[in-house]
């Protein structure tokens, strides 16, 4: 069972959307983008987790919005012209919840395919740190980091952004 557990999570061949943090490059299935959308207001919210930068309101909804370089504990920088909001479908427990993240910069729309992906590699110790990365995309001059969206926050961090939707 725990075999089929892990093979799940490795990067299957498909459409990612790539996006920057910092100087590297990253990827999302595109099924699980929903839009992209330039920096907007942001509401803050007290006292939620130090990566949530608070919640949005698209089209009439309320949408908890998360900083991927302070969750990756990344340093932090200015919002430009090019810093976007990704929205994203995530899974949580039985539901789909949707979310924004917030990332430097939206690259493109990519094809990789399985002899492209390599497994995530081993750091060692506890997995847990790195368990949202499936892969590595292996393109011509770059490298992608493959993420499972649904991973990048635990069951517990999940919670959280749900409490600051509602």
């Known amino acids: 069972m725990a ?5 799940a ?3 299957q061949e498909g459409k990612y959307l790539s996006f920057v943090l910092g ?3 990253y990827g999302l299935e595109i ?3 929903q839009e992209i959308n330039g920096m907007m207001d942001i509401t803050r919210v007290p006292r939620t987790p130090h990566y949530v930068r608070g ?3 698209l089209r009439g909804r309320v949408i908890p919005i998360i900083s991927l370089r302070d969750k990756f ?6 919002d430009t012209e090019k810093t976007c ?3 994203v479908q995530v899974q949580y427990q039985e539901d789909s919840l949707t979310m924004g993240i917030i ?3 939206v690259s493109e729309v990519l094809t990789i395919g399985a002899e492209s992906i390599e497994p995530p590699p081993s750091f060692g110790g506890g997995m847990e740190e790195t368990d949202y990365i499936t892969g590595m995309g292996k393109l011509t001059d770059k490298v992608v980091i493959l993420l499972d969206i649904d991973r990048v926050l635990d069951a517990e961090e999940m919670k959280a952004i749900v409490d600051t939707a509602q």
């Open 31 to 33: 099924l699980k983008v």
């Open 85 to 87: 909001i990704i929205v």
């Open 103 to 105: 990332v430097d910069e």
């Open 73 to 78: 504990k990344m340093p932090s920088i200015e």
């Open 55 to 57: 919640v949005i309101n």
């Open 3 to 7: 075999t089929e557990a892990a093979v």
């Open 23 to 25: 100087s590297e490059e």
């Open 9 to 11: 999570r490795i990067a």
